[in-house]
């Protein structure tokens, strides 16, 4: 037995409305994994002790290391800074 309901259209106005609150979810998810990453501090002498026990491949030496968006914030790396560079966010 078939319904024959007909499925109620949407507007322009509410599909505009609904594609908004994605991008606006998408943007908000975006900008708290950027906050979320391991800072590493102006005491980091580029050593690369940190990026050779990474298990993510997450940091990349570049005169200074720098974590990239792979960073999980484990904090595997922090034992391994010889000068305590590595700052992990509350």
Not at 28 to 48: R, Y
Request: hydrophobic share 40%.
């Amino acid at each position: 037995m078939h319904n024959n309901q007909e499925i109620p259209s949407r507007t322009g106005a509410e599909i505009w409305v609904d594609t908004v609150y994605q991008y606006i979810i998408i943007i908000l998810f975006t900008i708290e994994k950027l906050v979320e990453l391991m800072k590493i501090n102006d005491n980091c002498v580029g050593c690369g002790q940190c990026a050779s026990f990474c298990k993510k491949g997450a940091i990349e030496v570049r005169g200074r290391a720098r974590a990239t968006d792979a960073c999980v914030d484990c904090g595997m790396c922090i034992p391994y800074c010889p000068v305590k560079a590595i700052e992990v966010p509350a």
